[in-house]
């Protein structure tokens, strides 16, 4: 609420004649201006709508702002990737190649379109079918302002509010801030070291159709590759299942409930046999929407995500996409193509899987020379991504609201508190976890974050 | 609507005793299995949402899918901006600037925040202040991809559906999309060679009183420099009319209703004195917003716009900022900051003007050549901007249903109807109007589009 703004003028040269308040008393604004009222005035309501009320408050924003003050802070919290390994010479490589001609150069500064850059997308189109996804079409290709874009128009097409999506629990928290800014409920489904587990969605299921409200289910998320934030995948046949899911349960409801299969961290596979997409295992291409992204594998910055999505979906979010920013920049689309039909992009994964995998073995040999001796702290081991995902005891609460988090801060170490990565419904809320992330920090500072989080949880315990 | 999935394989492994329909009837997935019913079963729903429907359908798209599918059409009807007047050189070396240098290099491929690049921001507030807005802070400015986005994102922060925004007729056809999209009307208001008439504002305000509609009432769009689509310009009389209206309006509804100031051309004035944003007028920064974009003056494939914004909508308008792409990208925002503190984009801009002054003259000349014998045609002269508009007599149906639209098809010239820039409500909707842009087109193809333009409004009128 802001105070009445003073009439600092006149509003000379017109009649001001369509003063008439609803209320019905008249307006005087002439004899009003000349002798303001004394008493204090009505204040005047913000006027902001209820999407942009549902949009308040997202965790993320209060984690960075605790990054952002404390700057001395250890932070195993941000999802952001190695500075030092992100790609100066391929992308210098590939913007000299397109920018030293005149035309080319131009093409990429010019408008581009909706659906994005057709080389680009045909690059994609030839990787999702060499994965098996054989009836992909180039129409269904739709590049996005990272993959995070492509989930937020995706949430826009599909669900209005009351709907709901079925997620891990727990799931990547951005994920459920996308969809309570859309109005819509998420419900946790429980998971294990195979990420989400099938029983638990069917009964999920069962649950809703008790309450009268699996017909409001519009979707499945996934994250099966490294998840956001327990760091485990899915195997094929768990995918399959959801997958077989959505399409019963689509016919028992009689609309379509798609599955999102979040493929973000794909690329990031630092151990295992290489699992293709979930979309292959959808035959008619009719419920699978794949979100995939080169910020975790390239650069964050040049921010160039893309979705396959489902040909009923093409036109409403291909629409929503203009609506939004008439498609995502073209400058930026031409260097990513660039950089992957001239082959740079293996050999810089290559080389950045081999700083992870080095990150990952400094936060796991931490954990277990600081945290194993406590009793009741275990985590998963994960064979890719940026994740570790760690429970304590039962009693500890990790929470924001907690004391571990301030006491974490006062040490000097930062994490995500892992209750803002449960939905609020459904599968119970897990305050005694937290996710860190071996992304951002040297193997030094991973080291110390970890000692000085033991140390925290010590106290706290 | 999508015919029903067949039932591709069993969920072995897996008791399905979920599937208790809302209907009450008892599944039986097994035999109907084995056993797939012969008569054709009940359709699935797409399920779009409400959101997807509405953003469906938007002008832009038709207008983009004619000119693809027709690429020997003279295209008078892109807003596209010149190409060979993109900065190749410019963009070269602001990019070497940053991309030699190791740590700078990688700053700009690491993800951002999402309000922006302070160095960006920083530069737009330094001018904001010289133009006059001295109370503008560094939290008001928001860097968006384009100006669009800024205005997608403001109207999801202060529009409910159902809610208002008075707008010029004809306005930028766009921003009605963006508009219907959250739901809400929009409500023309008269238009002369200065643009928005304030005493039809205050009408159209007198309108919605006697109607009850006043308080749906958010905010009042205007494009104060040579609009989209009309090329007109409002004097600052007019501006700081409408925002006093603004004000006293608010008080008198008990909600902010916000000035949205579109001062996307701003940088393309070919002719006359400058005139100071539309927020110099909002003394204690509380009713306009401005959004202003590179995306013409520099180039629209790095699409980096802006916001100047009231600071009770920062955190809404930054949190759906978030939700949509968690700011824009990086990577662009760092070459235009660079673009701009090594004073590349003035000297730009000014071998641009001279591009633009050069076709609009083609167009102006082609326009008396060709349109001026026609009884009853006329058109606005532009002092900057893009666009000329034409009125053609009255009875002639310029709009997408009527005559002229496939007539000049056929002949080779495409436009875009003015109808489209009409709000449905308020002042009459003008079918005998188009928007022409001298934009992409050379020369030559300009007066040869007009040349046969003249020609398929002779056979239709």
């Known amino acids: 609420m802001k105070p009445m703004r ?12 369509t003063l008439l308040p609803i209320d019905g008393t008249m307006d005087q604004p002439s004899s009003t201006e000349l002798n303001p009222p004394a008493q204090p ?27 952002l003050d404390n700057p001395s802070l250890i932070s195993l919290a941000a999802g952001f990737v190695d500075k030092g390994s992100l790609p100066q010479v391929p992308t210098q490589q590939a913007l000299s190649t397109f920018m030293d001609d005149p035309d080319a150069s131009r093409t990429a500064l010019q408008y581009g379109t909706t659906f994005g850059h057709t080389e680009l997308r045909e690059i994609l189109l030839a990787e999702a079918r060499e994965d098996g996804a054989t ?58 070291a195979q990420g989400m587990i099938p029983e638990s969605l069917m009964d999920t299921w069962q649950e809703l159709n008790k309450r009268d409200l699996a017909r409001r289910v519009k979707a499945i998320y996934i994250v099966p590759y490294f998840d956001n934030p327990r760091g485990v995948s899915m195997p094929a046949e768990r995918r399959q299942k959801v ?19 979040d493929e973000a961290y794909r690329g990031l596979q630092y151990e295992g046999d ?55 920049p073209n400058f930026s689309q031409h260097l990513m193509a660039e950089v992957l039909s001239q082959g740079l992009l293996a050999p810089h994964v290559e080389s950045l899987k081999q700083t992870y995998r080095e990150k990952r073995a400094a936060m796991l040999a931490a954990a277990e020379e600081f945290l194993g001796p406590l009793a009741e702290v275990e985590w998963d081991r994960p064979h890719g991504g940026l994740y570790v995902w760690l429970r304590l005891p039962e009693m500890v609460d990790a929470g924001p609201d907690g004391s571990l988090l301030q006491r974490a801060q006062d040490l000097g170490v930062l994490y995500v508190p892992g209750q803002y990565c449960f939905a609020a419904n459904g ?13 951002v920090q040297s193997c030094e500072n991973i080291r110390e974050g970890i000692r000085l989080l033991a140390e925290a949880i010590r106290s706290v315990a």
Request: aromatic share 6%; net charge negative.
């Open 135 to 192: 009836n992909v079409s180039i129409d269904q290709l739709l590049i996005t302002a990272g993959s995070n874009q492509l989930l937020h128009i995706l949430a826009e097409s599909i669900l209005d509010p009351g709907d709901i999506v079925l997620c891990a629990a727990p799931t990547y928290f951005v994920f459920l801030g996308t969809l309570a800014g859309v109005g819509a409920e998420a419900w946790g489904v429980e998971t294990d």
């Open 427 to 439: 599968a119970k809320v897990q305050r005694n976890t937290m996710r860190l992330s071996f992304g």
């Open 41 to 67: 005035t009505a204040p005047i309501d913000d006027g902001i709508s209820q999407r942009g009320r549902q949009a308040a408050g997202q965790p993320i924003s209060k984690l960075m702002s605790l990054a």
């Open 6 to 17: 003073p009439r600092t003028s006149e509003l000379g040269g017109f009649t001001d004649h």
């Open 274 to 328: 290489s699992v293709p997409s979930t979309l292959v295992h959808d035959e008619d291409g009719s419920s699978v929407v794949v979100a995939g992204t080169f910020s975790k594998v390239f650069s964050p910055g040049i921010r160039v995500g893309w979705g396959i999505i489902p040909k009923h979906l093409v036109t409403p979010m291909c629409d929503l996409k203009g609506n939004i920013d008439f498609g995502s």
């Open 243 to 261: 997958v077989e899911l959505a399409d019963r349960w689509s016919s028992d409801v009689g609309h379509r409930i798609s599955v999102i299969s």
